[in-house]
């Protein structure tokens, strides 16, 4: 069985067929460098990582270069790959991995490490890098998860640390050095490890250095990369888009990198520092951009610290000024302190997500520990100015068993929490607040790499007393995250080599997705790690310990760390990069500033209006191929984002979440082909039929539009669709003529041969009620649905 043949058997079809907005369209050559970028988790996951999406079109940007995409199937998934004996292939030519030259995974979690594992088995690999031999793909990593790369050592050939911008070309230039030269696989390691920003592991030996096994480097320090200027680095307004449901499912626009806060819990802080950020034209020209060349429907402007942008109130006053109003967006990672009437203001024009507060402690007290830049005044004045624009939803997010935590700062959250509903109910606000609970995972390259990880009992008699105080509370959701998983997520982050052991045998007792509740499995982790091991990684270390990550050097230098961790243990405050304070951590490059009105690329004008007068469009085209994977509504949003992508415009539904009024008809079965489809939507403009047809036509290559025409706008989709003609090809199920008979309408007729049964519903007296009928006495658990073809449909006065 082949890639393509396999499609029809697996659950949810539609994430393996690579028919994106903006996919690579060219064809596999031997004769490229083939990259296949990995995200170690599934489809809705990882085309939800804007690293990946960067990469993917700076690869495919390059000469010779030829970039693809895979993720890990979902379990159910892998026993159907397995049973049929597939090898793991990529999205867009469904080539399997082995055959690309190099697979880079992008690993954000130290839980999805055996899922590196469960993709190097299904694509026929060596887990072991020892094992691997000439002329197999080599095996990269990057992220922040390998921020200390030790317990993967085994299994990947290189690692890179910093931006994928940066590195990524000196990688190419290895592997086609290695090619031209006929270089063996020892020498091509070697090339690898001259490039700044890479480890290549097997070329160094471990040592014991107290409770740690570290690599033995002789000195030899390996310093991230980074693009220093972000508005130098080619941002591809054209990103790809997701085809079906995805975790965020809108664009990003990376409007900084890095963050001037000093939380002290926080290694995304030191691994994506220094703040870096894009000018202001830069940012408006990319979102009209980047709308124009996806079909998105909303943004979100994007980066760890948004309140942090220089600019950021006048930057909100223009983004309406740009879009259609029909666009919404987003700002995360607001600071309660850079919340103001100003913003929201502009905010409320468009959908209203929720306001999201990171407090991470209850007590002011504890955040002072970990640096966190929050107070209760900040809060609740950021409340306060939320509730004046109507908004009712509450994000908020904790941290237990932080160092120095106490019952009283358990204490503190429930109180906090119950202050705002009391604040709440006294500005006469209905409001829900979304409470979500983490535990505390000290991570390398942090202040707090030396504290001691919270005992689980400990930490769920914390998470017991929340949920007694605050149940009587029906407008409070509260989500607590494992703290089980925690406690192994500690000994991936901390661990050393060793760790590795334990890695290999919790995949191979099925282990996988470990970052899911109903996928963990605790038992497995406990027999392998044992008492002694887990204290090892789980305990407070001493300050003058040897990691395995010291040779790593990710801006901000040792003696800086050890200063802050005992700063934490005495409650002082570190000032953020962007006040007027230094503290020397070696982590920025330049300071804070304004933005002059040269930069702002044009003077704000008035909003965008949309037109008054619309005419009714039909449209037809085909399901068939891959597109035939696709769920209804799926198929609809990707239509919707191609009339976008068109640049016309068409009329939209009212409300907070405007979508293109379109008409369509009944679904069809996943996996069930529509040769003569149609859709009807609204569009303004003096455009004649044929000259639509060309516009629509040119927003996706593979995907054509057959017919437009403009139609009676005094009727409706529905009053006017006649008939539909349907045929079946036989399955395990073949009905008699009786059977089909008795469950037609004067209108509807049919015919039986050989190979399959063809309808004629009139839809106009009920049809697709009586159809539904009869395809479950064809195909009653839906086995079948690849035989099932939509071939006619008609509607009254159509020529």
Same mark, same amino acid.
């Given at each position: ?81 397995? !049973? ?10 469904k080539i399997p991995l082995a055959s690309f030259d190099l697979i880079g995974f992008s690993l954000l979690s130290e839980l999805n490490f055996t899922n590196v594992l469960q993709v190097l088995e299904m694509s026929g690999l060596p887990l ?34 910093? @931006?994928? !911008? ?61 693009? &220093? @200027? ?59 951009? +980047? ?94 100015i939320a509730w004046r624009h109507r908004w009712q939803k509450i994000k908020m997010y904790f941290m237990l068993g932080l160092p120095g935590e106490t019952m009283e700062d358990i204490e503190a959250i429930v109180l906090l929490l119950e ?41 769920? !008699? ?21 703290? +089980? ?6 000994? &991936? ?20 997705? +470990? ?23 789980? +305990? ?23 200063? !802050? ?177 008795? &469950? ?56």
């Amino acid at each position: 069985m082949n890639s393509r043949e396999l499609l029809g058997r697996l659950k949810n079809p539609q994430a393996f067929i690579g028919r994106e907005i903006n996919a690579n369209r060219r064809e596999f050559k031997s004769s490229d460098i083939n990259i296949c970028l990995v995200f170690p988790d599934t489809y809705a996951i990882g085309m939800s990582h804007s690293g990946m999406k960067i990469l993917y079109h700076l690869l495919n940007g390059m000469d010779g270069v030829h970039a693809e995409r895979a993720f890990v199937p979902e379990p159910e998934n892998i026993a159907i790959f397995n !049973e049929n004996k597939v090898p793991l292939f990529s999205l867009e030519n469904k080539i399997p991995l082995a055959s690309f030259d190099l697979i880079g995974f992008s690993l954000l979690s130290e839980l999805n490490f055996t899922n590196v594992l469960q993709v190097l088995e299904m694509s026929g690999l060596p887990l072991l890098s020892a094992q691997r031999q000439e002329g197999g793909p080599w095996v990269a990593a990057g992220g922040i998860a390998v921020a200390n790369p030790e317990p993967m050592r085994a299994f990947i050939d290189l690692f890179a640390f910093g @931006d994928g !911008e940066a590195i990524f070309p000196d990688l190419i230039a290895v592997l086609k050095s290695a090619r031209s030269q006929k270089k063996n696989r020892v020498a091509v390691l070697k090339d690898f490890d001259r490039v700044d920003g890479v480890y290549v592991p097997s070329l160094y030996a471990l040592k014991k250095a107290g409770r740690f096994m570290v690599p033995d480097l002789g000195g030899k320090q390996i310093k991230k990369r980074v693009c &220093l @200027d972000l508005n130098r680095i080619q941002a591809e307004p054209g990103e790809i888009v997701p085809i079906c449901d995805v975790v965020f499912n809108r664009l990003n626009v990376e409007i900084a990198r890095g963050c001037p806060q000093n939380c002290r819990f926080c290694q995304a802080k030191s691994y994506y520092a220094p703040f870096r950020y894009r000018e202001p034209g830069f940012i408006l020209d990319f979102i009209k951009e +980047s709308l124009a060349a996806t079909g998105y429907e909303s943004f979100s402007l994007a980066s760890l610290s948004s309140g942090d942008y220089p600019g950021l109130a006048e930057l909100l006053q223009r983004i309406p000024t740009i879009i259609q109003p029909d666009i919404s967006f987003s700002i995360p990672s607001l600071r309660p302190s850079t919340l103001s009437d100003e913003m929201l203001s502009i905010l409320a024009m468009f959908r209203k997500t929720g306001i999201t507060i990171v407090p991470e402690a209850g007590s002011e007290r504890l955040r002072r520990v970990i640096n966190k830049n929050v107070t209760d005044a900040e809060i609740f004045q950021a409340l306060d100015i939320a509730w004046r624009h109507r908004w009712q939803k509450i994000k908020m997010y904790f941290m237990l068993g932080l160092p120095g935590e106490t019952m009283e700062d358990i204490e503190a959250i429930v109180l906090l929490l119950e202050k705002i509903l009391a604040q709440a109910r006294t500005r006469q606000v209905r409001i829900n607040i979304h409470a979500s609970f983490s535990s505390f995972v000290p991570k390398p390259h942090t202040p707090l790499q030396w504290a001691a990880r919270a005992p689980v009992a400990e930490l769920e !008699e914390k998470m017991a007393l929340i949920k007694k105080r605050l149940k009587r509370h029906k407008n409070i959701d509260l989500d607590f995250h494992s703290a +089980s998983r925690g406690m192994i997520e500690t000994i &991936l982050a901390r661990g050393d080599a060793r760790v590795g052991e334990i890695l290999l045998q919790a995949f191979r007792r099925g282990e996988t997705f +470990s970052a899911w509740d109903i996928h963990f499995h605790l038992p497995v982790w406990e027999e392998l790690i044992g008492l002694e091991a887990g204290t090892d990684f789980l +305990s407070e270390f001493p300050l003058d310990s040897e990691f395995p990550w010291d040779f790593i050097q990710l801006n901000f230098h040792k003696p800086f760390l050890v200063e !802050e961790y005992r700063r934490s243990r005495d409650g002082e405050v570190t000032r953020p990069c962007s006040g007027q304070d230094c503290a020397a951590c070696n982590g920025c490059l330049f300071g804070r500033r304004e933005f002059p009105s040269s930069l702002w690329a044009s003077p704000a004008g008035p909003a965008l209006t949309p037109p008054d007068v619309y005419r009714r469009l039909r449209l037809r085209y085909e399901k068939k191929d891959d597109l035939r994977f696709l769920s209804h509504l799926a198929m609809m949003q990707f239509l919707e984002r191609l009339l976008r992508k068109s640049g016309l415009l068409f009329k939209y539904s009212e409300g907070f979440h405007p979508r293109i009024k379109m008409a369509a008809l009944p679904p069809l079965p996943v996996g069930a082909q529509g040769f003569n489809e149609a859709i009807e939507v609204f569009v303004a403009g003096s455009l004649e039929d044929k000259e639509v047809l060309e516009t629509l036509n040119r927003s996706l290559p593979d995907f054509q539009f057959q017919k437009a025409s403009f139609v009676n706008a005094d009727s409706s989709f529905h009053k006017e669709l006649q008939s539909v003609e349907l045929f079946f090809v036989w399955g395990e199920v073949r009905p008699d003529h009786k059977e089909i008979a008795a &469950l037609l309408f004067a209108g509807d007729s049919f015919s039986i041969d050989e190979k399959g049964l063809a309808l004629r519903m009139d839809y106009a007296h009920g049809g697709q009620e009586r159809f539904a009928r009869i395809y479950k006495l064809l195909d009653p658990e839906r086995k079948w649905t690849s035989h099932l073809s939509r071939t006619a449909v008609s509607f009254k006065n159509e020529n």
